[in-house]
């Protein structure tokens, strides 16, 4: 009785050691996967997120913006993802519109959903003002359909510079910049076609800085601290070439 006693409490004590490795490794991997900033580079997540939805009358609606916290810049217009699942509703056609946001122009593509659509998705395009200052900001996406009204507070963030790939394009493919400006890529294409599923990185030749593999919505920042003209380009595709010009502060 002895030895199947102190076998027993071996068992245990191995299944509870087990149980600990198994949750520091798996805490381990969730603070790698959402990475961090550093001075040089940055990426934002892939996922969908909200900060808090109303609904008045009987839409219910679930709204899911990709990437969760989208970037807007006056140099470019920013296609993004907004997935819709229509829960319940009076029926009829349902409008997206956009409010709350400041010096920064909101667009649905479609805006309006045909009536007996369930589920889909919309393009959401971003443009801010030469004025607009640069930080992150709330914005609310509204979904009316029959009289009802759902909705849903979401944010985005304002940069001064912003490169996003268009298939195998970077856009703008050249850009002017003053020494010590941070300068954003973000990849919002998916898959090219069937051979090229769209991958892409920023390789800048010198000072020889590489970005990591960019997922779709994912982006990279780089602080150009020295003036002068910098080429750079993607190592998947590398006909899909840029330039920032960086003038002397």
Known sequence: MRHIHERGISRVVVAVALVVLVAVGAGAYLFLGKGGPSAVTSTTSQGSTTTSS??????????GLEPSTPLASSDVTANYTLSFSLLSGP?????????????????????????????????????????????????????????????????????????????DTFVPSNMTVSQGSTVYWMRTNGAISQYDNGQHNVDIRVPGAVSPTLAQYESWSYVFAQPGGFSYYCTYHPSMTGEIVVSPA
């Open 91 to 167: 029926g009829g056609p349902m409008d997206f519109n956009a409010s709350g946001a400041s010096d920064v122009t909101i667009r649905f593509d479609p805006s309006v959903i045909p009536d007996g659509t369930a589920s889909g998705k919309v393009t959401v395009s971003l443009l801010a003002s030469a004025s607009a200052p640069p930080g992150v900001e709330s914005f609310n996406i509204t979904a009316d359909q029959g009289g009802a009204r759902h909705v849903q507070t979401f944010q985005f963030q304002v940069v001064k510079y912003l490169v996003v790939t268009v298939g």
């Open 54 to 63: 109303t609904s008045s009358g009987n839409l219910d609606v679930f709204l």
